[in-house]
């Protein structure tokens, strides 16, 4: 069963970065692609990155030359770097684990969760 633990959430103003780090247990890790979601209240789980295995990666609209996500296969942990926060960036921050089938969007496609870390960018 794998375990994902998010850290590095937190309070930051307007245009500061932040570092968001999972870290993962269990077994073949860099098999797997991974996954940062965000998601505010009332709102469902928006897909904000993602690093296949061979090195694809998607970015949100909306956070791309901003966000940046990384894998270090070797410690087990995906890493999503936060630059020139914007307020609307303020929300719970999950780690997530692909399948690898169906559409990357989707929330189902994923099997592992982290249990979320809150982001708030104040002005």
């Known amino acids: 069963q794998v375990q994902l633990v998010e850290s590095g959430g937190g309070l930051v103003q307007a245009g500061g970065p932040l570092r968001l780090s999972c870290a993962a247990s269990g077994r073949a890790f860099s098999t797997y692609a991974w996954a940062w979601f965000r998601q505010t209240p009332g709102n469902g789980r928006e897909l904000v990155a993602r690093l296949g295995t061979g090195g694809f990666t998607y970015y949100a609209d909306s956070v791309k030359g901003r966000f940046t996500i990384s894998r270090d296969n070797a410690k087990k942990s995906v890493t999503l770097q936060m630059n020139s926060l914007k307020i609307e960036d303020t929300a719970i921050y999950y780690c997530?684990?692909?399948?690898?089938?169906?559409?990357?969007?989707?929330?189902?496609?994923?099997?592992?969760w982290g249990q979320g870390t809150q982001v708030t960018v104040s002005s």
């Open positions: 997530a684990r692909s399948t690898g089938y169906g559409s990357i969007w989707d929330t189902q496609m994923y099997d592992a």
